[in-house]
T-cell receptor, first 116, second 110 residues
Framework: GAGVSQSPSNKVTEKGKDVELRCDPI?????LYWYRQSLGQGLEFLIY????????KSGLPSDRFSAERTGGSVSTLTIQRTQQEDSAVYLC???FGGGASSYEQYFGPGTRLTVT | KNEVEQSPQNLTAQEGEFITINCSYS?????LHWLQQHPGGGIVSLFM???GKKKHGRLIATINIQEKHSSLHITASHPRDSAVYIC????????????FGTGTLLAVQP
């Protein structure tokens, strides 16, 4: 079956513009994660969705960042009024479940965002 | 100080060598993940463990909960093992947030 897919693969935007990044998780996976990897930095958690539960937004760096997950499947990460420090690779991952149990996460190829 | 520390940061080995990458963490965890990231960015989950030892092919992962330490071993290393290896921990069952180490860059020379 298909893995996690993300679009676009690359996005160049001007400072101040809004961007939307899309993630299609593996079918049947109830948990979905967004991460960010800045140049020369490690991976950083942004947000987590599990089923119909309220998302864990504790990793979002500012209120310019938001995410939604429609119908328990596709997710969109939106960055408003982009800044140069938002330039990074944004990675999406999904897993079979979540909650109290831990599950292996499957990562998408990422979206490379460049803010000029 | 990072909550998750990896060592070494960089490692160069000759093909066939036995490789060990270490991960230490300073907080209680409910699970630990080992990830592999090849040049070009794709990330693959290698192991998820909360106790003991797991083996998959030439890869072995161990964890010692009391010592807050995990190791990833690669036996009979090959140039295709060249990648960044990342340790990540899940702090508790109350959160699915992962805290990541900064990674170990492994280069296996033929």
């Amino acid at each position: 079956g298909a893995g996690v897919s993300q679009s676009p693969s690359n996005k160049v935007t001007e400072k101040g513009k809004d961007v939307e990044l899309r993630c299609d998780p593996i079918s049947g996976h109830t948990a979905l994660y967004w991460y960010r990897q800045s140049l020369g930095q490690g991976l950083e958690f942004l947000i987590y969705f599990q089923g119909n539960s309220a998302p864990d937004k504790s990793g979002l760096p500012s209120d310019r960042f938001s995410a939604e997950r429609t119908g328990g499947s596709v997710s969109t990460l939106t960055i408003q009024r982009t800044q140069q420090e938002d330039s990074a690779v944004y990675l999406c991952a999904s897993s079979f479940g979540g909650g109290a149990s831990s599950y292996e996460q499957y990562f998408g190829p990422g979206t490379r965002l460049t803010v000029t | 100080k990072n909550e998750v520390e990896q060592s070494p940061q960089n490692l160069t080995a000759q093909e066939g060598e036995f490789i060990t990458i270490n991960c230490s963490y300073s907080v209680g965890i409910s699970a630990l993940h080992w990830l592999q990231q090849h040049p070009g960015g794709g990330i693959v989950s290698l192991f998820m463990l909360s106790s003991g030892k797991k083996k998959h092919g030439r890869l072995i992962a161990t964890i010692n909960i009391q010592e807050k330490h995990s190791s990833l071993h690669i036996t009979a290393s090959h140039p295709r093992d060249s990648a960044v290896y990342i340790c990540a921990v899940r702090l508790s069952r109350a959160t699915n947030k992962l805290i990541f180490g900064t990674g170990t860059l492994l280069a296996v020379q033929p």
